[in-house]
């Protein structure tokens, strides 16, 4: 029989949700991927940086909504933001 604690305790959990259960890292990544698109697209960086600098910068963002939007780890989603970044540079600047 179950004691009136873990009865009580059943109630509470299920009426309320748990914070702990939302993956706050990859809310975060995809808010702060989303604020710094708009940031770049406003500021225009082309204008004062040169042209493979900016490109590159743009894989940042891209990074950030990629890990917010998808299972992948954290590792995984550097390694492709890297590669866009220097492949994305690097074609620019030849």
């Keep these: 029989m179950p004691s009136k604690r873990e ?4 109630d509470s959990q299920s009426s309320q949700p748990k914070w702990s259960n939302f993956q706050w890292d990859r ?6 991927g989303f604020a710094i698109t708009v940031l770049y697209l406003w500021l225009d960086p082309f204008s004062p940086t040169p042209d493979w600098i900016a490109a590159a910068l743009s894989s940042i963002p891209i990074g950030l909504l990629l890990y917010g939007l998808t ?23 030849l």
């Design 27 to 32: 809310i975060l990544a995809f808010g702060s």
């Design 71 to 93: 299972t992948q780890s954290w590792q995984s989603c550097v390694k492709i933001t890297l590669g866009v970044g220097i492949g994305i540079g690097v074609g620019t600047y």
């Design 7 to 10: 009865l009580l305790r059943e």
